[in-house]
Nanobody, 126 residues
Framework: QVQLVEIGGGLVQAGNSLRLACAASGRTFAEYTMAMGWFRQAPGKEREFLAAITWSRGSTTYADSVKGRFTCSRDNAKNTVYLEMNNLKTDDTAVYYC?????????????????WGQGTQVTVSS
């Protein structure tokens, strides 16, 4: 089984930065996980892909909407993935989720991720 916990959400002003972390645990995490992804969901909206990273080499891919502002990284020794968010905008307000997938074929495809964290709220004020 795999457990994921997001940490670091909160209330920030537009233009500021925030760093989220996702801590993974469970005996099957290392053998299952090929990629970790970050998604967000605003009220009344579909879940939106943000970024993903391969667990082995740290290769990354980003949604066009956040490329240049958000950076995804990981620390394999700590079983932790990070999302550094810079120049935050009010439209970034959402619940942010991390997830684990056993494939790199479709990193932006939410159903490819089997395990999900509980989410952490990020609210950006003007």
């Amino acid at each position: 089984q795999v457990q994921l916990v997001e940490i670091g959400g909160g209330l920030v002003q537009a233009g500021n930065s925030l760093r989220l972390a996702c801590a993974a645990s469970g005996r099957t995490f290392a053998e299952y996980t090929m990629a970790m992804g970050w998604f967000r969901q605003a009220p009344g909206k579909e879940r939106e892909f943000l970024a993903a990273i391969t667990w082995s080499r740290g290769s990354t891919t980003y949604a066009d909407s956040v490329k240049g502002r958000f950076t995804c990284s990981r620390d394999n020794a700590k079983n932790t993935v990070y999302l550094e968010m810079n120049n935050l905008k009010t439209d970034d307000t959402a619940v942010y989720y991390c997830a684990a997938s056993n494939t790199w074929r479709a990193p932006a495809y939410a159903p490819a991720y089997k395990y999900w964290g509980q989410g952490t709220q990020v609210t950006v004020s003007s």
